[in-house]
C-alpha cells in the first residue's frame, strides 16, 4: 500500500483530513499540521491548528462554532473577566485541559511531536498526526499598522488590519518534524496532498522550513492541493482579504492558488464552479480535476478525499 503525506491547518484542512482519514487506513497516512499559529497565552503552550485536527479526527469538535471543542464550558474564562484579564482568546474549560496538559509535558523536556502523537491516542486518534515542525516558528503578519502575532491579527483585531507582507519569525532555525520526514522518506510514499488550507497563513509556515520548498519541488511523487477558494470566494477566514490586499494578479481566485504552489505542484482539484479557469491553470503546467469541493458533508468530504487520490493516480499512469 502507498502512504500519503498530508500537508494541513485551520478548519478547511481539518474537513479534508477528516474524508481523508476515512477512506484510508491509518497506516497509510501522515498528516503534517501547522505550528506557525502556536503561541503562548496566559502562561500555556497553545497549538490551534493541531487542536483543531485533533477535535475534528477524535470527534470531539464543535461543528457548529467551527472551532473548539463541543459541549464545552466557560467557567475559566468568566473567572478570568472576574479578574479583569484579558479575554480575547477564548479557552473552554475542556480545551484548557488540553493546554494545561501539553504545556506541563513541553516544560518536562517532551517535544511538541512526542506531546501531539501522546494526546492523539489518548483521544483514540489511530493516524499519524505530527506538527510541521518542533521548533518555535511563528507567523508574523506585516499590516498597516505595524507587525502583529497571527493570533492577535487574527483573533484580537479580528483580522481587520490592512496586510502587507507575511513573516514567519524562527524559519531559519526550524527543521522538519521527525514525523514529516520519516513520511517522505518512506520507500511507499504515494504522493503529496496539501489540504485547501489558507495558503499564506496555513501551509507558508510549513513550506518556510528550510529545504522544504526545494524538497517538493524536485520530489518523484506527485504534490496536489486543492483550492481553497470557490467562485472568486474563500469559505472561511481571512483567505479573500488577504488575497485583495496583497494585490495579487489573478485576484482572489484558484488562479492565484495554483500561481502560488506552480513550482511545487503536479496536479490541483478546483470546484465546479471554477471550471472556467481549467484551461489557464493547465497551461501552468498542471493537472486540473473539477469537482465539489465544498464540504458541508461527511460524504462530500470522502467524495474529496477519494478524488485526491485518483488525481495522484492519473498523474502517476
Not at 497553545?46 to 475534528?56: C, V
Not at 475542556?94 to 517532551?110: E, M, N, W
Request: charged share 20%; glycine share 8%; net charge negative.
Amino acid at each position: 500500500m502507498s502512504h500519503y503525506l498530508v500537508i494541513t491547518g485551520g478548519v478547511g484542512g481539518a474537513k479534508l483530513a477528516l474524508g481523508l482519514s476515512k477512506i484510508m487506513p491509518a497506516s497509510d497516512v501522515t498528516f503534517a499540521v501547522n505550528t506557525g499559529d502556536d503561541f503562548d497565552y496566559l502562561g500555556f503552550h497553545i497549538s490551534p491548528d493541531i487542536d483543531t485536527l485533533t477535535y475534528t479526527l477524535a470527534g470531539l469538535n464543535d461543528t457548529d462554532r467551527g472551532w473548539g471543542r463541543r459541549e464545552e464550558s466557560w467557567n475559566f474564562l468568566s473567572t478570568l473577566q472576574t479578574l479583569d484579564e484579558e479575554t480575547w482568546f477564548q479557552l473552554g474549560d475542556r480545551d484548557l485541559a488540553i493546554h494545561v496538559y501539553r504545556t506541563s509535558l513541553l516544560a518536562q523536556g517532551k517535544t511538541l511531536s512526542e506531546v501531539t502523537d501522546g494526546i492523539a491516542k489518548k483521544l483514540g486518534i489511530s493516524h499519524f498526526l505530527v506538527p510541521m515542525t518542533d521548533q518555535s516558528l511563528r507567523t508574523v503578519v506585516v499590516t498597516a499598522d505595524g507587525k502583529l502575532p497571527f493570533q492577535d491579527y487574527f483573533v484580537k483585531y479580528q483580522a481587520k488590519p490592512v496586510v502587507e507582507a507575511i513573516e514567519f519569525s524562527g524559519s531559519t532555525g526550524a527543521r522538519l518534524s521527525p514525523g514529516v520526514s520519516e513520511a517522505l522518506s518512506r520507500p511507499e510514499l504515494g504522493g503529496v496532498i496539501i489540504c485547501p488550507s489558507n495558503p499564506y497563513l496555513s501551509i507558508d509556515p510549513i513550506l518556510s522550513i528550510p529545504g522544504f520548498r526545494a524538497l517538493l519541488s524536485e520530489i518523484t511523487v506527485p504534490v496536489i492541493a486543492v483550492s481553497p477558494i470557490i467562485g472568486g470566494k474563500a469559505i472561511k477566514g481571512p483567505t479573500e482579504k488577504i488575497m485583495h490586499e496583497m494585490n495579487l494578479e489573478a485576484g482572489c481566485s484558484s488562479l492565484s492558488v495554483a500561481h502560488h504552489y506552480r513550482d511545487i505542484l503536479d496536479g490541483i482539484i478546483i470546484d465546479t464552479m471554477d471550471a472556467a479557469l481549467s484551461d489557464d491553470i493547465t497551461a501552468l503546467g498542471l493537472e486540473v480535476s473539477v469537482g465539489e469541493t465544498l464540504m458541508t458533508s461527511l460524504q462530500i468530504k470522502k467524495d474529496l478525499a477519494q478524488q485526491c487520490l485518483a488525481l495522484i493516480e492519473k498523474i502517476q499512469s
